[in-house]
């Protein structure tokens, strides 16, 4: 059951996102950058599952937050950016094709973690295998946590409808 949403509240609802994400950054920066990248903050891409509006969001606040807290200058911007599309765009797929809802715990691991290490190796001079193993590792957090986000809303959500006339 998927609600419509008008212009404004697609926005206002991206907008939100975009600052969750970025205040999700900024509180876990001390660890969301090491080398194991744990970023909390990509636990928010689970959410394109549900809304295939905020794919774009996804990669504007992935942008927004490297260009304040990632410091690699504009290579990183655009490939986050990227990544943050693609990986949403994956999660969204997951449910259009009613794949299993574990499936979208995949792309939050894989995509940044195999997409990131293309530009990064040759940003920081780190081979890219160890820096593969590195990011998909720290991304594994935020990826099960959004599993379980899904889970929690989707439950929250199906129990709503049911007390509703």
Not at 110 to 121: A, K, W
Request: hydrophobic share 55%; glycine share 6%; net charge positive.
């Amino acid at each position: 059951m998927q609600k419509t949403f008008t212009k404004t509240q697609k926005l206002t609802f991206s907008a939100m996102y975009i600052a969750m994400y970025i205040v999700i950054m900024a509180l876990t920066q001390s660890f969301a950058f090491g080398q194991y990248q744990i970023r909390i903050a990509t636990t928010l891409y689970a959410l394109a599952y549900f809304n295939p509006f905020l794919i774009i969001p996804a990669g504007l606040a992935n942008l927004m937050s490297n260009l304040f807290f990632g410091g690699l200058g504009i290579i990183d911007m655009l490939g986050g950016t990227l990544v943050g599309v693609i990986t949403a765009s994956l999660v969204y797929a997951v449910s259009k094709y009613n794949l299993p809802k574990w499936c979208l715990i995949l792309p939050i691991i894989f995509i940044p973690g195999i997409v990131v290490p293309i530009y990064l190796s040759q940003l920081l001079a780190i081979p890219f295998l160890p820096l593969v193993v590195s990011l998909c590792i720290g991304q594994s957090v935020p990826a099960f946590v959004g599993y379980f986000l899904v889970q929690a809303l989707e439950k929250r959500s199906y129990k709503s409808a049911l007390l509703k006339p």
